[in-house]
């Protein structure tokens, strides 16, 4: 009867192990397009053998676990890469924005304005000279102006929203982060018994892996099973305890700065590569270099321009100023040119006929006035369009690169992680072989018993 016995607990334990098979394998053909899920595999072990007189007697199979099946390094890399992909296309995105607003190499509006001012002092010099042709001049510079005002404006508020933009993506970490401690300390209730909670570890690394996409994150396990998330050398995730972000403005000499800290004390935080790092990038470099480079051409256009219109003579006496600021934001034409036409210079000497200023006006947007090397104001615009189509170029460039690195490491992770549910199928129909051939032992015996029992 103990020969039974053993033989009936070996076909008993079969059956627990292909119902545990059956169960976990059903698990992953439910989640298998469950964004973040780990295949998960059962364990199996050989239970310890009977040790009889004339040998040892297998006692049948256990289940020692249900693993995910995941790989830590390939994952790690997964999420550099992918914090790296985040940066550059923010980075691309606000590019693309001041492409919009500059226009293209071959067609930009502020260059057609440059042209036609320049243009329309070429018509004043060509004789016969007269009012209308002065009025087209000031016309042209309002035009100018106008569109110098247009893109400043245009800039500001690209810039403005950058900074919501790095507000709504700060929220968004800080959600994760505390999402994560909540995480862990569910995880390390439910590990309390020794047996991992797989589950609930596949949303914790979902819920890493979006952190990634805002910023760079380094992961480290304690033996709790609790993991701590660092984001710029701070541990911001320890156990269940977060620190989290908050974006602050700070007056500086040009009005505000923009700045990510912690909360509560205020630390200064430097984000590695990732969503949030490509916006501040994008705001703080690219758009304050172009910004001041565009300074640049307004401040050389308002220079040369009053060099040259100051040394004129008209009924009125020497030439006034042409333009007034020194900047994109603060370029405008002065009042007594807009009140009185006649007060646009043409000429150096006053005589009638004289046009030498206006052909000088005529050639600043073909060249410096300084000569040698320096740029014509035409020059110095068409650089400005050139670099930014050149960043926008090799960001374009980086974007397409990364995706391809990206999509070939997630499709790795599939082939390791992922659920295959032609694999998964084959697993159900093999465990439920095992079940049926195990549940045929188990009626064998019971034969063997009802046997035995009309023997006696």
């Known amino acids: 009867m103990s020969g039974l016995n053993s033989i009936m607990d070996n076909s008993l334990s079969a059956l627990l192990a292909a119902q545990a098979g059956l169960a976990t394998s059903g698990h992953n053909i439910a989640n298998a397009h469950t964004p973040g899920f780990n295949r998960q595999v059962v364990v199996f072990g050989a239970r310890r053998p009977e040790i009889l007189a004339y040998g040892a007697i297998g006692r049948g199979v256990e289940v020692l676990g249900i693993r995910r099946v995941q790989d830590e390094f390939l994952l790690n890399n997964m999420r550099a890469q992918t914090s790296r992909l985040h940066s550059y296309a923010a980075i691309d995105m606000a590019l693309y924005d001041v492409e919009g607003i500059l226009g293209s190499v071959d067609n930009d509006h502020l260059g057609d304005a440059l042209n036609n001012f320049f243009a329309a002092w070429n018509e004043l010099a060509q004789p016969p000279q007269n009012s209308s042709l002065k009025i087209n001049v000031l016309s042209q510079a309002e035009t100018l102006v106008a569109d110098f005002h ?25 959600l994760l ?9 569910q995880i390390m209730a439910a590990e309390s018994n020794g047996q991992p909670a797989n589950d609930l570890r596949d949303q914790r690394d979902l819920r890493i892996s979006q952190v990634s996409e805002l910023a760079e994150v380094s992961v480290l396990e304690r033996d709790d099973g609790s993991k701590d998330v660092i984001l710029a050398g701070r541990t911001m995730v320890a156990r269940d305890r977060v620190t989290l972000f908050e974006g602050i403005y700070r007056p500086d ?7 990510v800290v912690t909360a509560g004390n205020q630390q200064d935080v430097t984000l590695s590569t990732g969503r949030i790092e490509g916006l501040l990038a994008a705001r703080d470099t690219h758009l304050r270099e172009i910004r001041d480079q565009l300074d640049a051409v307004a401040g050389q256009l308002i220079t040369e321009v009053n060099q040259l219109h100051t040394q004129g003579l008209t009924s009125g ?7 007034t600021g020194d900047s994109m934001a603060n370029i405008g034409i002065n009042e007594a040119l807009l009140a009185n036409e006649s007060l646009v210079a043409t000429g150096a000497t006053g005589t009638a006929g004289d046009n030498a200023i206006a052909l ?9 006035p300084a000569g040698g090397d320096e740029r014509s104001i035409g020059d110095s615009y068409r650089a400005v369009v050139t670099d930014v189509a050149g960043r926008l170029g090799s960001f374009d460039f980086m974007v397409e690169n990364q995706q391809s690195v990206v999509a070939s490491l997630s499709a790795r992770m599939a082939s390791v992680s992922g659920v295959s549910l032609d694999e998964e199928g084959a697993n159900l129909v093999r465990f439920q072989n095992s079940y049926n051939a195990a549940a045929k032992v188990i009626a064998t015996v019971q034969e063997m018993y009802d046997t035995l029992l009309n023997i006696v």
């Open 150 to 174: 247009a893109i400043d404006e245009a800039l500001r508020r690209q810039e403005s929203d950058l900074e919501m933009m790095i507000q709504a993506e700060t929220e968004n970490l800080n």
């Open 177 to 185: 982060l505390q999402d994560i401690g909540e995480l862990n300390r």
């Open 253 to 259: 000499g040009d009005g505000y700065t923009f700045a």
């Open 360 to 368: 000088a006006l005529a050639d600043l947007g073909r060249q410096s």
């Open 317 to 323: 006496g020497r030439g006034v100023m042409f333009f």
